[in-house]
T-cell receptor
Framework: EADIYQTPRYLVIGTGKKITLECSQTMGHDKMYWYQQDPGMELHLIHYSYGVNSTEKGDLSSESTVSRIRTEHFPLTLESARPSHTSQYLC??????????????FGPGTRLTVL | KNQVEQSPQSLIILEGKNCTLQCNYTVSPFSNLRWYKQDTGRGPVSLTIMTFSENTKSNGRYTATLDADTKQSSLHITASQLSDSASYICVVSGSYYGQNFVFGPGTRLSVLP
């Protein structure tokens, strides 16, 4: 089982603030993903990375950026938070192909509220 | 368009009863299909995975089926427990490893005592 950590778990901030959500993993998984999920709704892909220095935009990538300088870390940054960003943010990883199937392992999530 | 649909949207059953959740998909090409369980406020956890050649897979009280011809899958839960209350998400993967995950909207299951 993958060890995926997300911090903070809960965050309440004001409109216009710049925030960074952290995601880290200790399993050496090369593929990492960020999803946004509103309560009771489906997951939407924001960004993904297939390895160091590799980042791609998903369906909801606007207004946010990511970086992948190290395998272990995949931080998500909102340059200017808005109430529409209020949601749960989930980080996920997939192990390298040689280790098995492409099952996604999810972190516990960050619940963000923008006032 | 690649799409995954799930039914019902929500379901309420009594503890000890069985239930079946449905998943229809139009994802092509197809690699595999997974069912995830997501507890409220937590990340999803994988329950089962099935490839094109598999038509049934069990994990304890959870049994998933796959009909690749009709592009349908089901998740059957036997002797439900209160801890089964969660959202169950069907996810279909395309041909390329680690790419093209298409998520269904989930079925919200509530198990009552």
């Amino acid at each position: 089982e993958a060890d995926i950590y997300q911090t903070p778990r809960y965050l309440v901030i004001g409109t216009g603030k710049k925030i960074t959500l952290e995601c880290s993993q200790t399993m050496g998984h090369d593929k990492m993903y960020w999803y946004q999920q509103d309560p009771g709704m489906e997951l939407h892909l924001i960004h993904y990375s297939y390895g160091v220095n590799s980042t791609e935009k998903g369906d909801l990538s606007s207004e946010s950026t990511v970086s992948r300088i190290r395998t272990e870390h995949f931080p998500l940054t909102l340059e200017s938070a808005r109430p529409s960003h209020t949601s749960q943010y989930l980080c996920a990883t997939v192990p390298p192909r040689e280790r098995g199937t492409d099952t996604q392992y999810f972190g516990p999530g960050t619940r963000l509220t923008v006032l | 368009k690649n799409q995954v649909e799930q039914s019902p949207q929500s379901l309420i059953i009594l503890e000890g009863k069985n239930c079946t959740l449905q998943c229809n998909y139009t994802v092509s090409p197809f690699s595999n299909l997974r069912w995830y369980k997501q507890d409220t406020g937590r990340g999803p956890v994988s329950l089962t995975i099935m490839t094109f050649s598999e038509n049934t897979k069990s994990n304890g009280r959870y049994t998933a089926t796959l009909d690749a011809d009709t592009k349908q899958s089901s998740l059957h839960i036997t002797a439900s427990q209160l801890s089964d209350s969660a959202s169950y998400i069907c996810v279909v993967s395309g041909s390329y490893y680690g790419q093209n995950f298409v998520f269904g909207p989930g079925t919200r299951l509530s198990v009552l005592p």
